[in-house]
Nanobody, 126 residues
Framework: HVQLVESGGSSVQAGGSLRLSCVISGYTKIDYSLAWFRQVPGKEREAVAALDVDGDTAYADFVKGRFTISIDKAKHTLYLQMNSLKPEDTAMYYC?????????????????????WGRGTQVTVS
């Protein structure tokens, strides 16, 4: 089993930056895919960025060039660096893990393959 706990969400002005963290516990030999998703009330959850077991990354078009996903395996922590934030980035952000061999690109359209989820951290951009 994997437990995921997100932090780092906050209120920030447009153009600002935030770094989200997701601490991984339980099975910490990180040989599985990880991703960040986000959801706005009343809308479907959407993939933001993904990182696969080969270290490849993939991003949704709406965050390319602004967000960066990374991992510190020694600290068992997944990060999402968010720059040039826009009001439309306002959402609850979740990290998720998949033990299926999902590539980073596949992960952006494979939410159902992610079986482990954190509780989320709120990002508000005004």
């Amino acid at each position: 089993h994997v437990q995921l706990v997100e932090s780092g969400g906050s209120s920030v002005q447009a153009g600002g930056s935030l770094r989200l963290s997701c601490v991984i516990s339980g099975y910490t030999k990180i040989d599985y895919s990880l991703a960040w998703f986000r959801q706005v009330p009343g809308k479907e959850r959407e993939a933001v960025a993904a990182l696969d077991v080969d270290g490849d990354t993939a991003y949704a078009d709406f965050v390319k060039g602004r967000f960066t996903i990374s991992i510190d395996k020694a600290k068992h922590t997944l990060y999402l660096q968010m720059n040039s934030l826009k009001p439309e980035d306002t959402a609850m952000y979740y990290c998720a893990a998949s033990f299926l061999r999902v590539t980073a690109i596949e992960a952006l359209d494979a939410e159902a393959d992610f079986g482990y989820w954190g509780r989320g951290t709120q990002v508000t951009v005004s």
